[in-house]
């Protein structure tokens, strides 16, 4: 289960909601996987990965503007992370995901669990700092 903790806030209200609605998607994608119900699940999938695309592009639009607008001396290394996340996203073969669609889901979920300890918890804890 995928779930917002305490432990993610980094005490910027803009940025703990967005990274809140990132849950949120990643939430589906869990409930979707568990959902015997659903045979073929790839339009799903499909709506899951733009929708996940297109709200992480404006969160990090969202939390870069914020960092230039603070002087943040980390900003471009943290683009760079930014970018590559952006770009796993973007490499998704949704033929793949056709093929192998409870495959996809799990990967889709451990790439968005694997960014959230990795980034929020190391990376976005540190803007908050300044």
Known sequence: MIKWKEDYRVGIEIIDEQHQKLFEIAARAYDLL???????????????????????????????????????????????????????????????VDENQEGYLISILELVVNWIDEHILNKDMLIAKG
């Open 34 to 96: 568990k959902n015997e119900f659903i045979e073929d699940k790839y339009d799903r999938i499909k709506d899951i990965l733009e929708e996940l695309k297109s709200y992480t592009i404006f969160h990090f639009e969202t939390e870069e503007k914020y960092m230039e607008e603070i002087g943040y001396k980390k900003l471009f290394s943290h683009k760079v992370y930014h970018e590559e996340f952006i770009g796993k996203i973007k490499s998704v073969d949704l033929k793949e």
